[in-house]
Nanobody, 116 residues
Framework: QVQLVESGGGLVQPGGSLRLSCAAS????????MSWYRQAPGKERELVAL????????HYADSVKGRFTISRDNGKNTVSLQMNSLKPEDTAVYFC?????????WGQGTQVTVSS
C-alpha cells in the first residue's frame, strides 16, 4: 500500500532553516508528481510546492518563492523541502502528498514551528 512518511520538522528561530524529507513506498515513485502541503491552526490546507515525476518542473506558492526548494531522488524514493529564511507565518503541519488514479495520499505530517 502507498505510504508517505515525513520527517525533519521542529522548532526553529525566525530566519533559520529546516529540511523536510518524505520517504515514499508502495508505488512506482518515479512516475508521479509529489507535493508538499501545509496546514496552520484554523486555516485550510494549502499547497506549498510541487515537483513533477522526473523533477524537471517545480511550482511554488507565492508565499514561499525564493525561500523554499523542493527536490526529489527517484533512486531513493524521497522528496525533500529545503526551507530557508523561515518566518513565523510558516508555522504549520507539513504534509507530503501524491495523487494516484485520482486518489490523494497523505503522510501523517510533521510539525514546523518558527518562533523566537
Amino acid at each position: 500500500q502507498v505510504q508517505l512518511v515525513e520527517s525533519g520538522g521542529g522548532l526553529v528561530q525566525p530566519g533559520g532553516s529546516l529540511r523536510l524529507s518524505c520517504a515514499a513506498s508502495g508505488f512506482t515513485f518515479s512516475r508521479f508528481s509529489m507535493s508538499w502541503y501545509r496546514q496552520a491552526p484554523g486555516k485550510e490546507r494549502e499547497l506549498v510546492a510541487l515537483i513533477t515525476d522526473n523533477g524537471g518542473s517545480t511550482h511554488y506558492a507565492d508565499s514561499v518563492k525564493g525561500r523554499f526548494t523542493i527536490s526529489r531522488d527517484n533512486g531513493k524514493n524521497t522528496v525533500s523541502l529545503q526551507m530557508n529564511s523561515l518566518k513565523p507565518e510558516d508555522t504549520a503541519v507539513y504534509f507530503c502528498n501524491t495523487v494516484i488514479k485520482l486518489r490523494a495520499y497523505w503522510g501523517q505530517g510533521t510539525q514546523v514551528t518558527v518562533s523566537s
